[in-house]
């Protein structure tokens, strides 16, 4: 087998999927309180104090492509890191607790032989789309590790993205800074941006897709109007309704001190402080892109020169 290395720029393409608009989102708006009284819903007056964040980031090093007799099949070489911040809110520090980097080469064939730093991942489509959602899952199933082990002692799990797939970790929570569709219909979306800074919406019961509690939280650092500082959060839908809000009551209380401020990042005050940190980090440890590619093309060379 032979493998070769596209000349464009590895990350060209390297797009999350969109998320589907078409279908409306099918809800259970009645979980706190009845869709007649919504209203936003203020923070408890404590809540957690020993926190967990756990964050990923991944990088396509290179595209390749396989070839044994005629047949073509593409391929990529991927790195991704994991790592989770232990954050004490009394004494307001953070610290890394475990962090790790992974490489892999994902294509629907073997080389064969190893790939330089990239260990071959098996994937079941030779779609490229797909083969960077393997990737994704890889970097999920490394965050689920790195939670796993700092989560003895935490009484809130914060995970940055989506919770799915995710759902095993005690007293956790998917985070999600960004949105791309509106699952409220009418006034109950009207509350949310009625929401003041530490305000959340009541829980829902989001049943389209894969079901989950659900529910929108404003950041401070922002004008309350709108959709500026508005982050949704998830929880499993295996858990009580009752847990679920004890969930979302955990974040309001928590999560607001942490927000990011807009002169240090431009993604605030959603990206919060200790991932924003953690994401310096685990992109260091992935290490300088150019030095990767000029190994992935020096095992390419190898590949070749086998007889």
């Excluded at 709108?226 to 839908?237: H, I, N, P, Y």
């Excluded at 150019?290 to 590949?303: F, I, N, P």
Aim: aromatic share 6%; charged share 25%.
């Amino acid at each position: 087998m032979q493998i070769t290395v596209d000349a464009w720029d590895p990350s060209f393409a390297d797009n999350p999927e969109s998320p589907s608009r078409s279908n409306q989102a099918i809800v259970n708006a009645g979980v706190e309180l009845e869709p007649a009284d919504w209203r936003p819903v203020d923070a408890p007056a404590s809540g957690p104090r020993r926190i967990l964040v756990v964050d990923g980031v991944r990088r396509i090093d290179a595209r390749v492509e396989l070839l044994e007799d005629g047949e073509r099949w593409p391929g990529v070489c991927v790195s991704w890191a994991a790592g989770a911040v232990a954050c004490d809110l009394d004494g307001q520090v953070s610290t890394v607790a475990e962090a790790a980097v992974e490489r892999g080469l994902f294509a629907a064939v073997s080389p064969g032989v190893d790939f330089g730093y990239y260990p071959y991942c098996e994937a079941v489509s030779a779609d490229p789309g797909e083969l960077v959602n393997e990737a994704q899952q890889k970097m999920a199933d490394l965050e689920a590790k790195m939670a796993t082990l700092c989560a003895m002692d935490a009484q809130l799990s914060v995970l940055d993205g989506p919770l799915r797939g995710r759902t095993r970790l005690p007293n956790s929570v998917g985070y999600i800074k960004s949105h791309h569709r509106s699952y409220l219909q009418g006034e109950l979306n009207a509350v949310v941006e009625r929401l003041r800074p530490g305000q959340r919406t009541p829980v829902f019961h989001l049943m389209s897709g894969w079901p989950r509690y659900t529910w929108y939280l404003r950041l401070p650092g922002t004008s309350s109007r709108g959709w500026a500082g508005v982050a949704r959060l998830e929880a499993a839908d295996d858990l009580s309704e009752e847990a679920a809000i004890a969930l979302a009551d955990a974040t309001a209380a928590a999560l607001p001190p942490l927000g990011s401020a807009a002169h240090k990042d431009a993604r605030a005050p959603q990206n919060l402080t200790p991932i924003a940190g953690l994401e310096r980090r685990l992109k260091r440890m992935l290490g300088d892109p150019r030095l990767l590619l000029r190994s992935v093309r020096a095992a390419s060379r190898e590949t070749d020169d086998r007889p």
